[in-house]
Structure formats: structure tokens, C-alpha cells
């Protein structure tokens, strides 16, 4: 049976749905799957398949300013709202999940979230708001956000770029991320299997983010996998994409 692209609007979201062809209407369990900075939902399709094909339903939302949803905001406008975009990401989460339920799309509270690097760091922050996600998988994400917070500002610091916030304004953005940094929130995991995949030359989410943040995990005795890639930079891999469907289809 073949595996079909829905393209559908949920409130705001535009979404693509991939699921078997003959399941379009059957509860399924679900994996959202949500995209990178600067990225599309599209570009997430060969992980949407390799899912599809184990019998899950895809969702891949597009998030706000990206793609369909660019609108008419400025490259400077997007770089300096990268915080807010991932928070408006767990508004959308919210969202979809109550359209699954009500549609009876989602069987059986069978509902796993994950996403690559602002997607992997979405899918943290979403655990720790969101119980009903009882899967997760971080692409190259950060679990640290107000370490990864300081990184970005470091950045953007170094490219002599200055910023449209004061320091007590930026102060308070990132006072605010402790609230959905789930990495000093592991309380919250309470067992949620969790797979991190990170390059080991990843340049632009800090490897050693992934190192730490499974070592605390571990040593918290934590469901967790942890699969590095030597030699390999910020782009996920099929291996990745098909640790992930492994992942997948064990726990959720």
C-alpha cells in the first residue's frame, strides 16, 4: 500500500500529514516532527517516510516565519526571533495535538514528538510543558536553551552584530527559556524514552550540549540512547533517520 502527502491547514498551521494511503482517516500513532531554523517542513520528508512506512501518521508543521508562513519579515527579524519562534512552536504543538484527538487521529495517547536542531530543541522544551509526548527524539537539538541561548548571543557578538534589545531585555529572555530548559527540568522526563543523535563536527548546535545532557540522563537512570557521528556536521543522516524510526517503533 502506498504512503500519501496531506497537505492541510490546522487553525494557522499548514501542515503536511504522511500516512499509509488506506489509513487517512484511522486512528494511528503519531510522531510531529517539527523542522529547523531556516529549514521547511518539506525538508523533513525522507524521515516522514521511513515513519510512514512502519504504520505511524507524520505530521510536519511549518514554523512560524518559515516557509508558507514566512510572511513578510525581514532575515534580521528571524535570526533575533529565534526564542520566540520556538515557543510559538509549542503553542502549534498544542494545538495539533488537540486536532488529533478530536479527529480521532491519534490512537490510544500513542503520540511521539522530535525535530533537528530548532526542532530537536523544540522537542526538549515540550517535554517538560507536555506529558501527553511519551516518545522523544533529538536531532542534533539542544536541551540546555539558556546555555544554548548564551552560544547564539556569543555568535552573534563575534560577527559584530548588534542586537535590538538591551541587556536587561535580553537578561530577561533568557531568564525566561528556564522554564522550558529541560535540562534543568529532568524530573519531567519521569521515564519518557528519549534518543539523542548529534555529528560530532556540528558547528552550529555545540556537540558537547549532547554529551552533557545524555550524561546527565544516564546517570539519572533515564530511558536514553545516545548515537554520535563521527565526522559528520549540523546535517542529519540516513542512519540518523533510521536510528530515530528504530526508536520509534520499540517505544511509542
Do not use: C
Not at 522523544?136 to 563575534?158: D, P, T
Amino acid at each position: 500500500m502506498g504512503i500519501v502527502i496531506d497537505r492541510q491547514l490546522v487553525d494557522d498551521i499548514p501542515i503536511l500529514m504522511i500516512h499509509e494511503q488506506d489509513k487517512q482517516a484511522a486512528p494511528l500513532p503519531v510522531v510531529i516532527y517539527f523542522h529547523g531554523f531556516t529549514s521547511a517542513k518539506e525538508q523533513n520528508l525522507p524521515t516522514a517516510y521511513l515513519l510512514a512506512e512502519q504504520g505511524y501518521r507524520v505530521i510536519l508543521p511549518e514554523a512560524l516565519h518559515h516557509g508558507e508562513r514566512r510572511g513578510n519579515v525581514t532575515d534580521d527579524e528571524i535570526q533575533f526571533g529565534f526564542w520566540k519562534i520556538v515557543q510559538h512552536n509549542l503553542v502549534d504543538l498544542h494545538k495539533l495535538m488537540n486536532w488529533l484527538t478530536r479527529g480521532g487521529l491519534l490512537e490510544a495517547g500513542r503520540l511521539g514528538v522530535a525535530g533537528t536542531s530548532m526542532g530537536g530543541i523544540t522537542t526538549a522544551a515540550a517535554l517538560t510543558q507536555f506529558e501527553q509526548v511519551k516518545v522523544a527524539g533529538l536531532m542534533m537539538g539542544s536541551a540546555k536553551l539558556q546555555y544554548m541561548a548564551h552560544y547564539l548571543l556569543k555568535g552573534i557578538e563575534q560577527q559584530g552584530i548588534e542586537l535590538p534589545y538591551t541587556n536587561e531585555e535580553i537578561t530577561a529572555q533568557v531568564d525566561e527559556l528556564g522554564k522550558i530548559d529541560l535540562s534543568q527540568k529532568i524530573e519531567v522526563i519521569s521515564g519518557r524514552p528519549i534518543i539523542i543523535w548529534h555529528g560530532e563536527e556540528d558547528r552550529v548546535v555545540p556537540f558537547d550540549h549532547a554529551v552533557e545532557f545524555y550524561e546527565q540522563l544516564a546517570q539519572n537512570g533515564e530511558n536514553v540512547k545516545f548515537v554520535s557521528e563521527k565526522g559528520r556536521d549540523h546535517k542529519v543522516s540516513r542512519e540518523g533517520m533510521i536510528e530515530l524510526t528504530n526508536w520509534m517503533k520499540t517505544y511509542l
